[in-house]
């Protein structure tokens, strides 16, 4: 059972930046692949970044030089840099782990999911 909380959402402003935090609970982190999705009002939820247990990463094209998703594992924790943040990126911004070394893209692959943390961009 892994448990996951995340940090680090707010207001901003556009062009600003924010960094999202998720703490997992359990002693096998470094065991998971971890995803960053967000979901807009009547939208679907899309996955903004993915990291591999080896430290891989992958992005939406959306945000592909401008986010950054990152691990620590001594900390349990994931992390996603968000810079030049656009009104387009609001949305509530979910961490979401899974077992295993592979690539994983769709939330139904993803077993374990936070809360949710509110990110939103004014223009």
């Known amino acids: 059972q892994v448990q996951l909380v995340e940090s680090g959402g707010g207001l901003v402003q556009a062009g600003g930046s924010l960094r999202l935090s998720c703490a997992a609970s359990?002693?096998?982190?470094?065991?998971?692949?971890m995803g960053w999705f967000r979901q807009a009002p009547g939208k679907e939820r899309e996955l903004v970044a993915t990291?591999?247990?080896?430290?891989?990463?992958k992005y939406a094209d959306s945000v592909k030089g401008r986010f950054t998703i990152s691990r620590d594992n001594a900390k349990n924790a994931v992390y996603l840099q968000m810079n030049s943040l656009k009104p387009e990126d609001t949305a509530v911004y979910c961490c979401?782990?899974?077992?295993?070394?592979?690539?994983?893209?769709?939330?139904?692959?993803?077993?374990?999911w936070g809360q949710g943390t509110q990110v939103t961009v004014s223009s």
């Open positions: 359990g002693r096998t982190f470094n065991y998971y692949a």
């Open positions: 990291i591999t247990t080896g430290g891989n990463t």
């Open positions: 979401a782990a899974t077992y295993g070394p592979g690539w994983y893209f769709r939330p139904s692959q993803y077993e374990y």
